[in-house]
């Protein structure tokens, strides 16, 4: 087993560092505090290959392994957990989907624009009433011959205003359940499509978070992906790989607060010494780095494991849980080895406490993986 990263990894990493750095730490403060989101930035990152890592260069992308996209996504995640999230949902969920299930004239027609980030894409599966119960479908695609018409409500939606290409879940036969289920390419300024409210939220508040109304869209039959009925079975496989991006954007935010807290800790005093000097924070910070280290483990073994197309379910639902958790505890440390300066958003570990519960809940909730994880266990 070897744990060496090979040079062309490396380089990810110090690129997407350089940029997490340069690019999206100015201003990050502010874009949080006014809920903006980072279109200059995500530009940049598409032109600079983040935003379609894994894809065939054929259609624009890197051609990259999966390690490399989750180094990428941990050093994206330190600064700006807004950022990769639009990242992730575009190379785990729309990209990733696209070119494994798609057609030729799709991919033509939709992934070489989001590879480069001149298209961005949602991932369109929660509802009003269909959360973690995704087989729930309100949102309605009746069958017309050549083209659907779409009808419902989406929730929760990341880059739900600024993607130009959104991949619609909707049942088709309700008689059918999760079997009568369909994913299609729905085109922003499509006749019927409207883009609702923005969420007011806690953490991720840059990020693009909208719900979504379909009234009598008429999607092309070409825009289906896979055969009819497919569409569960679709996001369900999209998601283990989503979980692997969600993870390291855990892990990154985890790791970012870590960073924060080693840094001031060298440099505030108290009682006559650093605080690094106290064994009180020593102690909270071999925790921090042991929970961190641990995670980053589990998304490398989900990583591997997918780019070797083994079995990877457990592995993602397991690195997913246990990152979005260690990200909760580590974030909480790093404000309170701050102590008060961790309280207000100059020192950014509070924004990254903010961000880090949302990895709890999104792209299957903790719940959620501890059912995908005992149902592996038990097979």
């Known amino acids: 087993m070897n744990f060496d990263l090979s040079e062309e990894q490396l380089a990810v990493q110090a690129a997407a560092r350089d940029f997490a750095q340069t690019e999206l730490l100015p201003g990050v403060i502010e874009r949080d505090a006014e809920q903006r989101f980072p279109a200059e930035q995500i530009k940049k990152m598409g032109a600079l290959g983040f935003m379609g890592m894994m894809v065939d260069p054929k259609y624009n992308g890197g051609g990259m392994d999966t390690i ?11 600064i700006d957990a807004s950022a990769s999230v639009c990242m992730s949902v575009n190379n785990s969920l729309v990209c990733w989907g696209l070119e494994t299930f ?3 004239a799709q ?11 001149e298209a961005i894409g949602a991932f369109c599966l929660s509802e009003p009433e269909a959360g973690s119960d995704a087989t729930s479908q309100r949102t309605t695609a009746e069958d017309k011959g050549d083209h659907y018409v779409l009808n419902g409500t989406k929730n929760w939606i990341t880059n739900g205003k600024s993607a130009s290409v959104y991949i619609v879940i909707a049942q088709t036969d309700a008689a059918k359940r999760h079997k009568g289920i369909n994913a299609l390419i729905v085109e922003r300024g499509m006749d019927g499509f409207v883009v609702g409210k923005k969420e007011d939220k806690m953490g ?3 990020s693009d978070t909208h719900s979504l109304m379909f009234s009598d869209v008429k999607v092309p039959k070409e825009n289906r992906i896979g055969e009819d009925g497919f569409g569960f079975t679709f996001a369900m496989t999209t998601l283990n790989g989503g979980r692997i991006g969600i993870a390291s954007q855990a892990l990154g935010i985890a790791s970012g607060a870590y960073e924060l ?6 440099e505030r005093k108290a009682f006559g010494k650093h605080l690094a000097e106290h064994q009180a924070i020593q102690f ?3 925790d921090m780095a042991t929970k961190i280290d641990s995670a980053r483990l589990l998304i490398w073994k989900a990583a591997v ?3 070797q197309k083994r079995n990877f379910v457990k592995a993602a639902a397991m690195a997913k849980l246990y990152a979005s958790q260690i990200a909760q505890e580590v974030t909480t440390e790093a404000v309170q080895i701050h102590g008060g300066y961790g309280y207000v958003k100059e020192f950014h570990v509070e924004r990254l406490m903010r961000d880090a519960k949302i990895t709890q809940i999104y792209e299957g909730t903790t719940e959620i993986q501890k059912m995908v994880i005992s149902r592996e266990l038990l097979r």
């Open 204 to 206: 991720i508040r840059g």
């Open 102 to 104: 798609g057609t030729e």
């Open 68 to 78: 490399s996209y989750v180094l990428a996504m941990e050093e994206i995640s330190k």
């Open 305 to 307: 494991l997918k780019d």
């Open 261 to 266: 807290a080693v840094r001031y800790a060298k």
């Open 107 to 117: 991919k033509e027609k939709y992934l070489k624009r989001l590879t480069t980030g």
């Open 284 to 286: 909270k910070l071999a």
